[in-house]
């Protein structure tokens, strides 16, 4: 079977994995938007979780025949169970996210309410709020997609979510080969500052969305991929050739956050969903069997059927506007000004804060043990030199600080009465 993509054009699929994307929970995700609410002020960034996450595993399975095409494994069986592994973990990267992507994730329960106490070590899977990535397991380890990938592939379902997840607990040695420990690579596919996920959706959002922030040389970077072993561990590895087009990459997904990712339009709709959730009290369903039919449309459904005065200026497009914006800590205070002086003439204003870095992984205390690594062949030696990415690039202590923009809306109808009270003259 073969799917075919803008992005990949032909994605290939066996008959297992045929099987595993024609069940209902991952044709879920034909209706749940990629980016959220960036579809308002990009158009054409109406593309689903379903088709990123067939490019994700397209993505994974090249990574995985680049980075080990020089390994010797103990077997012809050692390489199907580890790609077939890892090209489902990519897949399934994100079966759990809820109705527009990360935009409904704060109306999540508790993860204990998953019942994920068997595959997670006892203090991850309870006492704190679920996340896409905890619907995930549970999706994998309670429903009929995880009964699917136990009968029909080379991996189980606890395989699979323990690529997606460091906390799952796998004491078979499935992972071993050589003598070797496979799983961190593996995961580094998956989740990592060189990942699978990362190397499809800025591309496919940067397509839909007209932005031209993502225009990476995806396949120079997956022809430079590696192997580096470590304490026991085969970690991923880059060689220095695609050292800068490794930076750009980083950059280009920094700047999509900035312009596309946090607009004013796809912020302000999130902070208006959140009122309505706390006005009426909704939450994202605890049974699997009600989450299987929770998406975009099922959400967009209750919006349009809802009286609350929030829902009715998410449906009918009357959102707050923005009156005031202003980047970087330097700012901080006269955004607060503003803020008092907006509610002292008695206008109703929502503040917003978005936040980006150019890395979760590196300049942290996890920095080693989520390391992607740069090789390099020094002219002269014969041996490589062998060092983790951040600290090869000086591209993380560029960007290291974070980028924070605050925001301030009104409502349209008093939007003019607030630039006046700001003393802000529009011409």
């Not at 607009?263 to 699997?288: N, Q």
Request: with cysteine; glycine share 6%.
């Amino acid at each position: 079977m073969e799917v075919r993509d803008p992005i990949h054009a032909g994605i290939p699929l066996d008959d297992a994995e045929a099987i595993a994307v024609h069940d209902p929970w991952f044709q879920r995700l034909r209706a749940v938007r990629a980016v959220g609410f960036s579809h308002l002020p990009f158009p054409g960034a109406n593309h689903s979780r379903f088709a990123h996450s067939l490019g994700v595993m397209h993505i994974a399975g090249k990574a995985f025949d680049k980075a080990y095409r020089d390994w010797s494994f103990s077997s012809p069986d050692a390489r199907t169970r580890f790609r077939a592994a890892v090209r489902l973990a990519a897949m399934c990267h994100d079966l759990g996210h809820g109705p527009y992507s990360h935009c409904s994730e704060f109306a999540m329960p508790s993860v204990d309410v998953l019942e994920l106490g068997s595959l997670l070590h006892g203090s991850s899977a309870t006492g704190r709020q679920a996340t896409h990535e905890d619907y995930t397991l549970a999706i994998l380890h309670h429903t009929s997609l995880g009964r699917v990938i136990d009968a029909n592939f080379p991996c189980t379902a606890r395989h699979v979510a323990a690529l997606i997840e460091d906390e799952v607990v796998v004491e078979d040695g499935f992972f071993m080969d050589g003598g070797l420990d496979h799983r961190r690579l593996l995961g580094q596919i998956i989740s990592s500052e060189l990942d699978a996920d990362r190397l499809d959706y800025l591309v496919r959002d940067a397509y839909f969305s007209g932005a031209r922030y993502g225009t990476v040389d995806v396949p120079w970077i997956l022809s430079n991929l590696a192997t580096h072993v470590a304490h026991g561990q085969v970690w991923l590895a880059l060689d220095s050739a695609a050292l800068w087009a490794f930076e750009d990459f980083l950059v280009s997904r920094h700047h999509m956050f900035l312009q596309v990712y946090f607009h004013h339009r796809s912020v302000i709709y999130e902070e208006m969903l959140r009122r309505w959730v706390s006005d009426t009290g909704w939450t994202v369903p605890e049974a699997l069997d009600d989450y299987l039919w929770l998406d975009d449309v099922a959400l967009d459904g209750l919006l349009r059927a809802s009286a609350d005065p929030w829902a009715r200026r998410m449906v009918e497009h009357r959102e707050y506007r923005r009156v005031v914006e202003r980047h970087g800590e330097e700012d901080a205070a006269e955004v607060t000004q503003a803020l008092g002086v907006l509610r002292r003439a008695g206008i109703d204003v929502i503040a917003s804060t978005s936040t980006g870095q150019l890395s979760r992984y590196a300049l942290t205390p996890h920095a080693e043990t989520r390391a992607v690594y740069l090789r390099q062949r020094l002219p002269g030696q014969a041996a490589l030199r062998v060092r983790p990415l951040h600290a090869a690039s000086r591209v993380f202590e560029r960007y290291a600080d974070a980028h924070t923009i605050r925001r301030l809306y009104v409502a349209p109808e008093r939007r003019d009465e607030a630039f006046e009270a700001l003393g802000i003259r529009r011409g």
